[in-house]
């Protein structure tokens, strides 16, 4: 089983970038999809964008695709979410996620994840 600890949150205005990272401990990193998930203030935690465990699938949110870039380097059982063009409506906590399943069904199922990060706050600025 993996944990997970994620970084790189902050204050940028909007229109700006940020890159998160989540690093994960154990030796079997690529056999896990990861994911990155938000939950903004008052509302339900979301799916933003996720990765299968070769790294050469991804899925995104609509309201990500586009301006989010998930990646993974495996030597590192890192993985990382570049953010571009940052909107005030990206503000939120941003968790990271493992699963032995696919990216696809991470994109899905987020009531049956079970391994998360504690989670970094993104505060995007008008």
């Known amino acids: 089983q993996v944990q997970l600890v994620e970084s790189g949150g902050g204050l940028v205005q909007a229109g700006g970038s940020l890159r998160l990272s989540c690093t994960a401990s154990g030796s079997t990193f690529s056999s896990y999809a990861m994911a990155w998930f938000r939950q903004a203030p008052g509302k339900e935690r979301e799916f933003a964008a996720s990765?299968?465990?070769?790294?050469?699938?991804?899925y995104y949110a609509s309201s990500v695709k586009g301006r989010f870039t998930i990646s993974r380097d495996n030597a590192k059982n890192m993985v990382s979410l570049q953010m571009n063009s940052l909107k005030t409506e990206d503000t939120a906590v941003y968790y990271c996620?493992?699963?032995?399943?696919?990216?696809?069904?991470?994109?899905?199922?987020?009531?049956?994840?079970?391994?998360w990060g504690q989670g970094t706050l993104v505060t995007v600025s008008s």
């Open positions: 996620a493992a699963d032995r399943t696919s990216a696809q069904a991470m994109s899905r199922r987020i009531s049956d994840l079970k391994l």
């Open positions: 990765i299968s465990g070769g790294g050469s699938i991804t």
